[in-house]
């Protein structure tokens, strides 16, 4: 609107904001944050106005396998929007009434869309709260990082208690220097049919640096330490030394005080709100001050940032592995038989604020006060406010690796919550279909039917299935986006430093490109491929094909490389805990004997260029000669037997597309129009409905043989 505002030379067109004859202004940004990472965004400034991108917010805060408006309206609303590609949009507006109309429902439910979703999250809701809470203003938010907000809290609180703030330039000195983090304790890796209980520290961090004073105003050298009572300071195991807060209480200590006191107040508020409304401000209002004080830890451990200060955020992780640590050697020499306890509780596994115990119990029931009775026994020992809460018990549970667990999550002895699964190929979106289904699937069966055999049945079918090539191609589609880098392959520009290595959807792109430009993916497009086929040694770029154009050509899929490159790791991951030789089991085997090897296709210099095709039989599939017809004379008798066979294979793929088809009819909510659609994270089976179209027209071209 604003470019087309321009070239017609509207000058009052672009004054969308409240402040007189000031023009609304874009530009291109690039918004980098070691919590969010680095991202391009054009930037749009309306004075007055607040501009709300659904698409960075989504990305910050939730993490999905694709962020596509159809793809999240769909996992948040259950809704869908009209597909259109950008490259028919001319077509529709040039066409008839009814693609107008198609084009003027696209355009409203584009709007539309994004508002739903922001009211159904309580986007507004929630920024409104967190700029209440840190005291800057809701564009801050959304365009700057998290150091802002608590950089802001601490000039506020530093401004009553008459203290100066440092300016300090952020030259970035010292980034190279590191710091030891939190502990992880080794995990025990097993599948748990016993109930596994998980006593986590309430806001650990922010816990730490009250309980202990750590903050820019209570450090003290060294030098000055020799002046004091050791009973004034406490001395981290890093060296560094904090006065008690009996002595001097701390600046950040105060502002985690009261954003944690605050917290408190607004669950409380929560649980007693009138309206559903008010239900909504309140979680918005605790979640801002919850994120609001587990940012000050990150805050001093920024190398580059406004007050970075190494020391303290040092001493925060070296407490942290002291807690976890005594938690562990707590619970271990408290739960025993020497106690008269049952069993000897073993702890499996520990990260950063929480540890897995195993009690020996064998039911939820008797899980759950032998974990409260040791996270309150544990929180006697640990300073004020430093909290161990019991949350959870994990029932069946499966300890993979660090950071890699998937388990039933009871936080109710009445019945599971849900599965809580963390590290698996569930979500992320360089893996296909295949994997996330085969994944979900094996922990469906493994811990909420606990049926180890049948996932292992399970994943041998689908690896045999794979290898046979009786996969839907649906399920092996990958795709990646088309960004930076690859202006330069597409002969857009750019710079070939930026290309430094080829990649397989950006060469298919460049390909797609010199077939039909009109058609091909743009920058910013995602690009979908399926590895094909190739000659020995070839690599994957050589061998990514648009998967239309595999179906429309009948070109083989590499089973194989899906098999190597996409399930055995994670595959791997999984089982590995249960069964000795997932290699052996899983991988190899009478299940994977049975491969489809596809006929050699006519290359320059192989061997098929000096074969000839010969004609067969349409019921024995007897090769003869093309002047005999279509049928040998020993099935001429059987014709009309063999059509009814034919039609009856006709009839079937029609019947398997017209169920398709009403699937898709209601995904997209439309009876009486074409579907548009270009399957990415699309739920209406695109592929699938493109594959049952080839089948029914060669199931068509064979009926049209006969009778010639």
């Not at 009250?210 to 820019?216: E, G, S, T």
Request: aromatic share 8%; hydrophobic share 35%; charged share 25%.
């Amino acid at each position: 609107m604003k470019k087309k505002g321009g070239k017609r030379n509207l000058s009052v067109f672009r004054q969308w904001g409240r402040i007189k004859n000031g023009m609304a202004k874009m530009r291109e940004t690039m918004f980098q944050s070691s919590a969010y990472g680095k991202r391009a965004n054009v930037e749009t400034t309306i004075d007055g106005r607040v501009i709300f991108d659904m698409l960075p917010y989504m990305q910050r805060n939730h993490k999905l396998s694709s962020y596509t408006l159809n793809s999240v309206c769909s996992e948040f609303l259950g809704q869908q929007k009209e597909d259109v590609h950008h490259s028919i949009i001319s077509d529709l507006q040039n066409g008839t009434d009814e693609d107008r109309h198609r084009l003027a429902t696209y355009c409203l439910k584009d709007a539309l869309l994004p508002q739903r979703l922001m009211d159904k999250l309580s986007v507004l809701v929630n920024y409104i709260e967190m700029a209440r809470v840190t005291g800057v203003p809701v564009s801050f938010l959304i365009a700057r990082g998290q150091q802002i907000k608590v950089f802001s809290m601490i000039l506020r609180k530093c401004r009553n208690e008459k203290l100066l703030v440092p300016t300090l330039a952020k030259t970035g000195g010292g980034g190279d220097i590191g710091y030891e983090g939190a502990t992880v304790l080794d995990p025990i890796k097993n599948y748990y049919e016993v109930p596994i209980a998980t006593l986590d520290f309430a806001s650990l961090y922010p816990s730490i640096m009250q309980a202990y004073n750590l903050c820019y105003s209570t450090m003290v050298s060294p030098q000055d330490a020799a002046t004091l009572d050791s009973s004034q300071y406490t001395k981290s195991d890093n060296g560094h030394i904090f006065v008690k807060s009996d002595s001097k209480k701390g600046i950040l200590p105060t502002i985690l005080g009261e954003l944690l006191s605050a917290r408190k107040r607004a669950k409380k508020d929560m649980k007693n709100a009138p309206t559903e409304f008010e239900k909504a401000v309140q979680n918005g209002r605790q979640l801002a001050l919850k994120i609001s004080a587990n940012s000050v830890y990150g805050f001093t451990g920024a190398n580059v940032g406004q007050l970075p200060c190494l020391p303290i955020a040092s001493s925060v992780t070296s407490y942290g592995r002291q807690l976890l640590e005594k938690t562990k050697a707590f619970v271990e020499e408290k739960y025993t038989t020497a106690n008269g306890y049952e069993h000897d509780a073993v702890v499996i596994y520990g990260d950063t604020d929480s540890v897995m115990v195993k009690f020996g119990t064998k039911t939820v029931e008797e899980t759950f006060p032998l974990a409260i009775e040791a996270a309150d026994k544990c929180s006697e020992i640990f300073p004020n406010p430093i909290l161990l809460e019991f949350e959870k018990v994990y029932f069946p549970y499966l300890l993979m690796n660090k950071k890699r667990y998937a388990g039933l999550m009871w936080t109710n002895t009445d019945n599971y919550d849900y599965m809580d699964t963390k590290g698996l190929e569930t979500v992320r979106r360089d893996n296909c279909a295949l994997v996330r289904e085969v994944i979900q699937t094996s922990l469906d069966k493994i811990l909420i039917k606990q049926d180890v055999q049948g996932a292992i049945d399970y994943v041998k079918n689908q690896i045999s299935d794979l290898l046979q090539n009786k996969m839907d191609i649906s399920r092996l589609v990958i795709t990646k986006s088309l960004n930076k880098g690859a202006e330069y392959a597409l002969g857009l520009g750019g710079k070939k430093e930026d290309y430094k290595m080829k990649q397989a959807h950006v060469e298919l792109a460049a390909r797609m490109k010199k077939r039909d430009a009109g058609s091909a993916p743009q920058m910013g497009d995602r690009v979908p491929y399926v590895i094909i086929t190739g000659i020995k040694g070839a690599a994957n770029f050589e061998k990514a094909e648009d998967p239309i154009y595999v179906l429309e050509n009948n070109i083989p899929i590499d089973c194989k490389w899906y098999l190597t490159n996409q399930l055995s790791k994670p595959l791997t991951r999984i089982f590995e805990p249960i069964i000795e030789n997932v290699d052996k089991t899983l991988l190899k085997g009478d299940h994977t004997r049975k491969v489809f090897v596809p006929t050699p296709t006519a290359r320059k210099g192989s061997l098929m260029m000096f074969a000839s095709k010969k004609a067969k039989c349409m019921g024995c599939k007897t090769p003869m000669e093309e002047s005999m017809g279509n049928l040998c004379k020993y099935c001429i008798p059987k014709e009309a037997e063999i059509y009814l066979g034919k039609l009856g294979v006709l009839r079937e793929a029609q019947f398997r597309y017209a169920k398709l088809w009403a699937e898709a009819q209601r995904v997209h909510g439309t009876l009486h129009t074409d579907i548009m659609c270009t399957g990415d994270g699309c739920a209406c089976n695109f592929y699938r409905r493109k594959k049952v179209q080839m089948d029914i027209k060669l199931a068509q071209d064979v009926l049209d043989k006969f009778g010639r």
